[in-house]
């Protein structure tokens, strides 16, 4: 006999792969938490605009004369 026992596969759910919410509109803590991210992503891009230019973002972009 042997001791290893292989588990069922584990059934296939809606939930993100990196947390247990289910992806769905409006004011859920999915869409926040991916509104978060991006949010993240987007500060990330304006702190490497100001590093490599040498301006701030806003000069940058034209919006301060």
Known sequence: MSDSVTAPP????SASATTHDVPAFG?????????????????TAVLLVEAISGQTFLHWAGLVP
């Not at 991916?34 to 500060?43: D, E, I, K, L, W």
């Open 10 to 13: 584990a059934p296939r759910s």
């Open 27 to 43: 004011w859920s803590t999915y869409a926040e938490r991916v509104n978060g991210r991006f949010a993240m992503v987007g500060f």
